[in-house]
């Protein structure tokens, strides 16, 4: 290495020393190491790798590896990640999600991409398709009994309140109507099996219910995720008139608190444990016998410490998982219930999580689905 390039090198580095530039401008994750030297921001490692898709608009090198030139390094310094989130998301709107370093890939990359090739939050026009209220299309749908994905029809529409979708195209009637104050979606590229994969939970008679959907298309199926958030957003602003959007943001979409394989047995103690698949979705912990089945086998409400629930690692000394031993016991006011984990990590993953839960106070609306949780099987 020449004196020279050793003193750009140098030059660099310290630009990754101001506060604005000690995070990837892209996921947030602390201590990016590459640069796209065209855009002048600086990301992590995965984020490079993303920028390389759109490789006609960002080209990215290492801080610490490759070389760089005297121009690059003062075009660096003339524009950093301060500098370019204000120039690439002036209107980025508030329902719109940005992801960070856990998020999937797709997101990550559809967000790159919005912000610095299609420049959709720099001209409010590139935004229609996600907030205008209304939004049509199809998508791929895994069929409830025999697992095969088919063209289905979908529409939400912010003034019915409802997303729907429709088994034949020239049908008339929906097939299900998914009322928007329940509507959740989160993307599930592993469980589904498409790097697309986005599951749509509802509420039906307080019941969960799953659809699992992907598109060919990246950007449609991010798009369609935004504009359910969209939707959502104004349906709450409705709702709760006066609520600052801090408050409601979080509500709407959720990824799930813990999703995960465990052992069950019933509410009497005496049957054998069985393996089943089991999700925490904010307080309904739920239990399904694959992964992808429409419904849940069991539900049951995890209320908070004050209103007497608590969890307890390990199983009552006469009780015995018939295969893993890394047993977890949920106490709430009616019951107990008996669950095992296959390692000692699972273990402490899902007590963690469902203690988090119990330890933040119920608000007021919980009170009434938890008197009706009492009803339901698990």
């Known amino acids: 290495m020449t004196s020279y390039q050793k003193s750009s090198r140098e030059k660099v580095m310290k630009l990754l020393l101001k506060p604005e530039n000690k995070t990837c401008a892209d996921c947030g994750v602390a201590d990016p190491q590459w640069a796209s030297y065209t855009i002048g921001v600086f990301v992590c490692l995965s984020c490079s790798g993303l920028h390389r898709n759109i490789a ?6 290492s801080v610490l590896l490759d070389p760089w030139t005297q121009s690059e390094v003062e075009f660096m310094d003339s524009v950093g990640n301060d500098a370019a989130k204000a120039k690439y998301e002036q209107i980025v709107p508030a329902f719109y999600y ?4 856990k998020d999937c890939a ?16 720099i001209c409010v026009e590139q935004q229609e398709p996600y907030s205008a209220g209304y939004r049509e299309g199809y998508l791929w749908k895994r069929g409830r009994d025999n697992g095969q994905y088919l063209n289905r029809k979908f529409i939400l529409s912010e003034r019915e309140g409802v997303l729907k979708y429709f088994n034949k195209h020239d049908a ?11 509507v959740n979606a989160t993307f599930q590229p592993t469980k589904i099996g498409s790097a697309n994969g986005l599951q749509v939970t509802y509420l039906k008679n307080n019941s969960t219910r799953n659809i699992f959907l992907y598109h060919e298309e990246g950007k449609e199926m991010v798009d369609w995720f935004n504009a359910i958030r969209a939707a959502r957003f104004h349906y709450l602003q409705v709702a709760f008139p006066g609520a600052p959007e801090s408050e409601l943001l979080p509500l709407l979409t959720r990824n799930y608190i813990n999703e995960g394989f465990m052992e069950k047995t019933g509410p009497k103690h005496t049957e054998g444990f069985k393996r089943r698949w089991f999700t925490l979705d904010d307080r309904r912990l739920m239990y ?16 908070s410490k004050e209103s007497g629930y608590s969890i307890l690692a390990g199983l009552p000394a006469n009780i015995q998982s018939s295969n893993w031993r890394f047993g977890i016991t949920i106490v709430t006011p009616d019951r107990k219930f008996l669950l095992a984990c296959e390692t000692q990590e699972d273990q402490d993953e899902w007590i963690s999580s469902i203690q988090s839960v119990i330890n933040r106070p119920m608000a007021p609306q919980e009170y009434a689905v938890e008197a009706y949780f009492k009803h339901k099987p698990f």
Do not use: C
């Not at 797709?106 to 939050?121: G, N, P, S, V």
């Open 288 to 303: 399904f016998k694959d992964p992808l089945d429409a419904y849940a086998r069991g539900e049951v409400f995890i209320g």
């Open 98 to 101: 940005r992801p960070t370093h």
């Open 172 to 182: 008339r009637l929906p097939k299900a109507i998914m009322r928007l104050n329940t």
């Open 56 to 61: 006609h608009i960002s080209k990215v090198k």
């Open 106 to 121: 797709l997101l990550r990359d559809q967000w790159i991409r919005a912000k610095y090739d299609r420049k959709e939050f």
